[in-house]
Structure formats: C-alpha cells, structure tokens
C-alpha cells in the first residue's frame, strides 16, 4: 500500500528525532512517510478512548496524522516536509486549541 516513487533528490537523506529515537529519512518526504518507512504507524490517541491512530488519506483532509513537530502541537504530518534536526513527538489525548 506504501510505495516510493522515483524522485531527483533520491538518496538525499536527514536525521530526524521521534520520541528519541534517531532516525534517517529521505529529504523530500512529509514527516508522515518518513514514520511510516521506519515503522511507526501510530501518530496519536483520540481524546475520549485513547484509541491509536495513524495517517490514512496522506492529504491533510483526515487529521489522524497530528504530531507535536518541534514544539509546536497539532501539526499534519502529512504536510510538513522533513528537515535535518526535526524533532517529532506523538500527540496523546486532548490536545488544547489557540484561538
């Protein structure tokens, strides 16, 4: 179901921290296909049942991918392009709104 395509910067690579744990993903990505390619399925847990979830339509239109990335919460992972240093945590329960 998740599948590369070839791209001009293929072999470019970043380094990207998620919940401490370094990993290598290829500079182009969204922050979402770099979890998905190194395992990670699981981007948060609904306010009410802690249920698990994960990216689905990879379009922005579902919000099941939303990260903390680099301090700032209710980010798309799927929108947001990977960059050397990047730091990703996964989002647990109610998350507060600014206005």
Do not use: H
């Not at 969204?30 to 339509?57: E, K, M, N, Y």
């Not at 209710?74 to 998350?95: F, I």
């Amino acid at each position: 179901m998740f599948a590369y395509l070839k791209r001009p910067e293929e072999g470019r690579t970043v380094t990207i921290e998620y919940e401490g744990r370094k990993l290598i993903a290829r500079a182009g990505d969204t922050v979402a296909a770099a979890l998905l390619a190194s395992g990670i399925d699981r981007f948060r847990t609904t306010p009410v049942s802690q249920s698990p979830r994960g990216p689905w339509c990879m379009m922005g239109a579902c919000f099941d991918c939303l990260l903390e990335i680099d301090g700032v919460p209710n980010r798309q992972g799927c929108q947001v392009t990977v960059v050397e240093g990047m730091t990703v945590r996964s989002q647990q329960g109610a998350r507060r709104v600014s206005p």
